[in-house]
């Protein structure tokens, strides 16, 4: 399958403007004098908490990359560790460029499942399983952090606001997954309004209309919840792994602060609460710019001088925001490269030995790529379309050469036996 990703100028410009506004951030916080002392404050930071906020970062990764494992583990399918692990920087890079509450990002893991022939009703399934999973994680994690904040007295209305939203949105998830399997019709009623909403929306404000989804997405929540229940076990630790992963984001943020002299267990668990959540409800991408913002605030509220709490912010959304997009872009530019030489080696092959497509196969693979709906733009992903898949194609190229070789060794053998009987033949005439 060829990939090629259109990305929307808008996203582009939303990501510049969020750098910028970090810039002018630090400017305006730090005017003078101040702002030399912040770089001096960063350079002075401890390089092994540093190197292990890094470490710990990217135990962060690991966790998702088996996590999605497991989620296609509950499903009945098989998508290895070393084939999820660099879809989760892939996955971050498309929800980057791409914001459609991580939707794009799940389309990703989607599309290679399409490629590995999982169905994908079973594909959606388990990227739902995983997205619940996702905020379920942060959701210990944060109800954690507000326990020890409000022990400390420093819990604000707003933030507590915030987090409500976070566990209203957890629980409308698992809501959603509980009433589809238990009566999927109703969960469609609930949907349809809301769809025809989207789509009286999408009519004025955008180009093209969303199509109808309400009856899909009730049907993957369906698959979902069934998966589950028969394999509670797989399903479990989906939801322990991705808690996992939150922690060590966490930890992560306690590395950072660590480093530049930052130790009030309070300041640093509200300050990594507020980033993510502030993340979530962003306008930019990923929170780009605000979350920096929030951050300062948060932690200068428990008393660190504004130079610490800059230098902190900075190199932590350095680590978890930059980092991960960068190896994002080098991640997803690789599969396209491998799918398209992939689709380029089939067709060669199909094209030599005289192969049929089955007339509706184009078809069929469309409307599994659009199992969301009209959901993610070609301006913002690229096509979905047609899942012809780099791996079928090195199987189907296997399986050819190993019947030309087969063939070769076969022609091979014949010719030693007719050999051997000429010279039977020869020898006998010479000795006669």
């Keep these: 399958m060829d990939l090629e990703v ?58 998702q990359g088996f996590a999605y494992s497991s989620s296609f583990r509950t499903v009945e399918e098989k998508l290895r560790f ?78 507590f606001i915030v987090g409500l939203w976070v566990i209203i949105l957890v629980g409308l998830m698992g809501g959603s997954l509980i009433l589809a399997y238990k009566n999927p019709g109703r969960l469609v009623s609930i949907l349809t309004p809301l769809e025809a909403l989207a789509v009286r929306l999408s009519r004025r404000f955008r180009k093209k209309e969303v199509k109808p989804w309400a009856s899909k997405a009730a049907e993957a929540l369906c698959e979902a919840a069934g998966e589950i229940k028969k394999n509670p076990g797989s399903a479990a630790r989906v939801f322990l ?8 984001e966490l930890g992560c943020f306690c590395m950072v602060g660590i480093a530049f002299g930052v130790t009030d267990v309070a300041a640093l668990l509200g300050g990594y609460v507020v980033a993510i959540l502030f993340t979530m409800i962003a306008i930019t991408p990923m929170g780009l710019g605000v979350v920096e913002a929030a951050i300062v605030v948060m932690l200068t509220s428990y008393g660190i001088p504004m130079g610490v709490s800059t230098a902190v912010s900075l190199v932590f959304r350095g680590i978890v ?45 469309s409307d599994e790529a659009n199992v969301f709906g009209e959901t993610t733009t070609s301006d913002e992903v690229g096509d979905y379309g047609e899942a012809t898949t780099g791996d079928e194609a090195e199987d189907f190229g296997e399986a050819t050469a190993s019947d030309e070789a087969n063939t070769f060794e076969e022609a091979k053998a014949e010719s030693k036996e007719e050999n051997l009987i000429d010279n039977v033949i020869d020898s006998d005439n010479n000795g006669r």
């Design 321 to 365: 925001f930059w980092l991960p997009f960068i190896i994002g872009v080098v991640m997803f530019q690789f599969s396209n490269r491998s799918s398209a030489k992939g689709s380029r080696k089939l067709f060669s092959r199909g094209a030599s030995h005289s192969l049929k497509a089955e007339p509706n196969s184009e078809a069929i693979m």
């Design 82 to 159: 070393k084939t999820s692990f660099p879809l989760v920087f892939s996955a971050f890079f498309m929800n980057t460029v791409a914001p459609s509450l991580n939707l794009s990002g799940n389309l990703v893991f989607v599309d290679k499942a399409l490629q590995r022939g999982i169905g994908a009703g079973k594909a959606t399934a388990a990227v739902v399983l995983m997205q619940t999973s996702i905020e379920f994680g942060f959701m210990v994690i944060m109800i954690f952090g507000f326990i020890v904040i409000n022990i400390n007295g420093s819990l604000t209305p707003v933030i």
């Design 241 to 248: 792994l991705s808690v996992l992963a939150s922690a060590f």
């Design 6 to 63: 259109n990305v929307n100028k808008g996203s582009i410009r939303n990501i510049i403007i969020g750098a910028v506004f970090v810039v002018a951030l630090a400017i305006v916080l730090l005017r003078g004098e101040s702002f030399f002392e912040l770089l001096e404050t960063m350079s002075t930071g401890a390089a092994i908490p540093l190197l292990l906020a890094f470490v710990v970062q990217m135990g962060k990764y690991v966790s």
